[in-house]
C-alpha cells in the first residue's frame, strides 16, 4: 500500500471516480465531465447518490475501511 499523501494535499475528492485533487479547481476542471459519465447509466447514478451522502476523509483515509475497487472491480491487491 502506498504511504499517505502529504499534508495539505489530496483535500477533495471525486464523488464520482474516488480521485483525490490538491484543489477545487483541479476537481471542478475534473468533475463536470467524469459525474456526466457517471450519471448515464442507472447503476451509476446510484453509485453517485451514495457516495454524494457518504464522508470521504482527506488523504484516502477511508480506504482503511472501505477500499477502492478499479479498473478490474476486484479490491487492490485482490482481496
Request: charged share 30%; net charge positive; proline share 8%.
Amino acid at each position: 500500500m502506498p504511504p499517505p499523501a502529504s499534508p495539505g494535499t489530496n483535500q477533495f475528492r471525486c464523488n464520482a471516480c474516488g480521485r483525490y485533487f490538491n484543489t477545487q479547481g483541479e476537481l471542478s476542471g475534473h468533475e463536470i465531465e467524469c459525474r456526466a459519465l457517471r450519471q448515464a447509466t442507472e447503476t451509476g447514478r446510484r453509485s453517485l447518490e451514495k457516495e454524494d451522502r457518504t464522508h470521504h476523509e482527506p488523504n484516502d483515509a477511508e480506504t482503511k475501511h472501505d477500499r477502492f475497487k478499479h479498473g478490474t472491480g476486484q479490491p487492490v491487491g485482490g482481496r
